[in-house]
């Protein structure tokens, strides 16, 4: 089975400054896609980034880029120039390919503060 | 243009009750999925429903069944309900096999 672990509870960060959160996952799988999920206060769940397994460039998003580490199973979040509006639970999923439907395999989360 | 809607917003029961809690997914989208939030935790994949089956499920009980009706709108009920079973249930929608899966503010059930 797929597992996803987010070893960071909490992570805190100065505005405008940087700040990585990480996550590591379990496959026996070569094909998959890795995403980052933001959860603000309000509860609604945004897509933030997404990877596919297959590409070796890192994905990036404004702001938002990953490193992603494919044998080590690894995909880390770095999020550059913080904002205040960037804090939030930030999940870690892992999207398996060899099944039939697109169900989502999240990690427990990391809650982000943002300090002015 | 609509995104994911879920009713109701909060919800209390008491042990034993059944519950449904319901979905309409994005405009365009035929799939819908569900999952399961504890406080603290990261969503737990339920079940998701594809052209009104059930396409794949997730280790969660029988007493946790689900709709799709033809408008592609969902349900999720959940029968003897258990403490355990207080948790903010996400819906979320795409399209088939599509990557990105937008997700609806979830229903907060409390079970007393």
């Known amino acids: 089975a797929q597992t996803v672990t987010q070893s960071q509870p909490e992570m805190s960060v100065q505005e405008a400054e940087t700040v990585t959160l990480s996550c590591t996952y379990d496959?026996?799988?070569?094909?998959?896609?890795l995403f980052w999920y933001k959860q603000p206060p309000s509860r609604q769940m945004i897509l933030v980034i997404r990877?596919?397994?297959?590409?070796?460039q890192n994905a990036t998003e404004n702001r938002f880029s990953v490193n992603f580490q494919k044998a080590a199973k690894s995909f880390s979040l770095k999020i550059s120039d913080s904002q205040l509006g960037d804090a939030a639970m930030y999940f870690c999923a892992y999207r398996p390919l060899m099944e039939y439907g697109n169900k989502l395999v999240f990690g427990a989360g990391t809650i982000l503060r943002v300090k002015s | 243009d609509a995104g994911v809607t879920q009713s109701p917003t909060h919800l209390i029961k008491t042990r034993g009750q059944q519950v449904t809690l319901r979905c309409s997914p994005k405009s365009g989208h035929d799939t819908v999925s569900w999952y399961q939030q504890a406080l603290g935790q990261g969503p737990q994949f339920i079940f998701q429903y594809y052209e009104e089956e059930e396409r794949q499920r997730g280790n969660f009980p029988d007493r946790f069944s689900g709709h799709q009706f033809p408008n592609y709108s969902s349900e999720l009920n959940v029968n003897a309900l258990l403490l355990g079973d207080s948790a903010l249930y996400l819906c979320?929608?795409?399209?088939?096999?599509?990557?990105?899966?937008?997700f609806g503010p979830g229903t907060r059930l409390t079970v007393l």
């Open positions: 496959t026996s799988e070569s094909d998959y896609y």
């Open positions: 990877q596919e397994a297959y590409k070796q």
């Open positions: 979320a929608s795409s399209l088939q096999y599509d990557n990105e899966q937008f």
